[in-house]
């Protein structure tokens, strides 16, 4: 019956809660105008917490001014590259506003990163200006020759903090790590030092919906980073998107846990960008670790919190989540991996919140599908449904063209105002990705008859076991049902008779054991028998991408190495 159901039908649109429209009635405002529109309406309001600092909307509005005009005295100008390499500071969120504010292209990047994959993103992006941390600034200092980068800039995790913290930090900092001295160089310049010097005049820059905002770079998961190309029209529909899709949460009213890193696209758009569209307030988590998530949530109160699952799953299986009370989350918004079903119930049940679980890429700015909030079915497992004014349909893993019937794996494409324009400087790629203004996910997925999409698998990681098709993350799936197990990831390693065979690698939950047998005959019941994984590997700990992605593919690389030796 349901093979006769056509994508373009948008089935989906039965399931939206009531109030969230098919179409978007967009408007065409940048996102500096939306810090702008919330600092008038909303001056007094807090736009920023920073372990109990406050900043009003006011306050924000005059330091991205004032930036601003740093930059344009810095000779930075309309279509020009500046580098962010912050974790969830204040000058972050205030350096960004102002790239964007006098026609630059901003840059953000991940503090994590190695020298040799930031030399590649500053020069790839042609950054001429670098804003950073005291922590990374004789390091920056010593990559500058390498790339076109002029001037540096340092803020500290102490440039603003409340008092007594910021009386005891210059003395406790530097001891505990939070702080370093910056070698003297040539064109480096303080944060405050540049705030205080500048006035918040800068000049009037003429901005087009369709100018570029962002070069925002792809986790390399699969390779080298890719920069992908991202408009203002790109990120200002995003965000409104969001807000209609979250029509249950008010303008103004709200609070936002901004733990996921604002340097990814994810917390980018779901936490800082969406705050200051809604004039909500915004709490920074700088190091979104168990402890300090959930301190931040009994302290300042979120009402909203969009995490991944490593978040959820770290706070549910820390000893003070007992005593501590985090029931002021209305709502949680999940992406990046799978969410294990007992973790959403869990979570939930501790506090009183829905969790909605949802899809997207750095290619898309990044949301494209979610659960419903309130009044629409929500469907664990599922990624949910097609956003406002976007279309998605699974087609043939081996064409590209042709559509499956529902039910029926097959590659997701989605077609929406939040895809990128493409990849920089990388025309192969980007007419990979996108074909006829559709986005070539990557992702194996199939759609029900309601119109709810489910992830299956990265087309990358499929294994194939004795000619079967095996997708890992079915296999994942069986062992966070065990209760032992904190974390699980299947891959395929080489076997002379099947082509491959299936290797999972455990981390249990703390104090506790277990053999590989145990682990093995717990799915005998519930996977087929080319399915059960042949080895079993206990760790301490999985390789994760900056925002808590499992990485399968260094868990593969990894293997294959030992093999070889």
């Not at 600034?137 to 903090?161: A, C, F, H, Q, V």
């Not at 001295?181 to 087009?208: F, L, R």
């Not at 604002?262 to 779901?270: A, E, I, N, Y």
């Not at 087309?459 to 062992?479: A, C, H, Q």
Request: proline share 7%; aromatic share 10%; glycine share 8%.
């Amino acid at each position: 019956m349901g093979n006769t159901i056509k994508y373009q039908d948008k089935i989906w649109l039965k399931s939206y809660e009531k109030g969230v429209p098919e179409f978007v009635d967009y408007e065409e405002v940048c996102l500096p105008d939306f810090l702008d529109r919330s600092a008038n309406d909303f001056p007094g309001k807090e736009a920023l917490i920073f372990q109990g600092y406050r900043l009003s909307y006011k306050g924000l509005k005059e330091m991205v001014d004032r930036f601003a005009t740093c930059l344009t005295s810095f000779g930075v100008g309309k279509g020009d590259a500046v580098a962010i390499l912050l974790p969830n500071l204040i000058p972050c969120v205030a350096a960004y506003f102002a790239i964007l504010k006098v026609g630059g292209i901003a840059v953000m990047n991940n503090p994590l990163y190695s020298d040799a994959e930031l030399e590649h993103q500053f020069n790839d992006s042609g950054s001429r200006v670098l804003i950073t941390l005291d922590l990374l600034g004789n390091r920056m200092i010593d990559l500058r020759p390498k790339t076109k980068i002029k001037e540096i800039i340092y803020t500290s995790i102490g440039d603003y903090l409340p008092f007594p913290k910021n009386v005891l930090f210059p003395l406790v900092g530097k001891k505990k790590g939070l702080a370093a001295d910056v070698k003297p160089a040539t064109d480096v310049y303080t944060w405050k030092e540049c705030i205080a010097k500048y006035a918040p005049n800068p000049p009037s820059v003429k901005i087009n919906f369709e100018d570029v905002a962002m070069y925002q770079y792809t986790g390399g998961t699969t390779g080298v980073s890719k920069g992908a190309v991202l408009t203002h029209a790109n990120l200002s529909k995003q965000v409104q998107q969001i807000a209609v899709w979250l029509n249950a949460f008010k303008r103004g009213k709200e609070r936002i846990l901004g733990a996921l890193p604002f340097f990814h696209v994810f917390g980018l758009s779901t936490a800082m960008n969406l705050s200051v569209h809604r004039a909500w307030t915004n709490i920074l988590v700088p190091k979104p670790q168990p402890e300090p998530l959930l301190e931040a949530i009994e302290k300042f109160k979120p009402s909203f919190a969009p995490l991944v699952p490593t978040m959820y799953i770290g706070m549910l299986n820390h000893p003070k989540i007992k005593k501590t009370n985090i029931s002021s989350i209305a709502g949680c918004f999940s992406g990046s991996a799978p969410l294990p079903l007992e973790v959403i119930s869990d979570f939930e049940k501790i506090t009183g919140s829905t969790i909605i679980e949802g899809f997207g890429m750095t290619e898309t700015s990044p949301v494209t599908h979610a659960n419903p909030f309130a009044g629409g079915p929500r469907k664990p497992g599922s990624i949910g449904l097609p956003f406002s004014d976007t279309l998605s349909k699974i087609v043939d893993l081996e064409d590209g063209v042709t559509e499956m019937p529902v039910g029926e794996a097959g590659e997701l494409i989605v077609k929406g105002p939040q895809v990128m324009i493409g990849y920089k400087d990388m025309s192969d790629e980007t007419a990979n990705a996108l074909r006829n203004g559709w986005m070539y996910t990557g992702d194996i997925a199939t759609m029900d008859e309601n119109g709810y999409f489910y992830i299956v698998d990265r087309k990358k990681d499929l294994i194939i076991s004795g000619g079967y098709n095996v997708y890992p993350r079915e296999i994942d799936e069986v062992f966070y049902k065990h209760p032992k197990v904190q974390e699980a990831c299947a891959i395929g390693i080489p076997d002379s008779k099947r082509g491959e065979n299936i290797k999972i690698f455990i981390v249990l939950k703390e104090g506790e054991s277990a053999t590989k047998e145990e682990m093995i005959a717990f799915c005998k019941d519930k996977l087929a028998t080319y399915k059960l994984p042949t080895e079993v590997e206990f760790r301490e700990e999985l390789p994760k991408s900056n925002i808590g992605k499992i990485l399968r593919k260094d868990l593969r690389k990894d293997e294959l190495a030992k093999r070889k030796k």
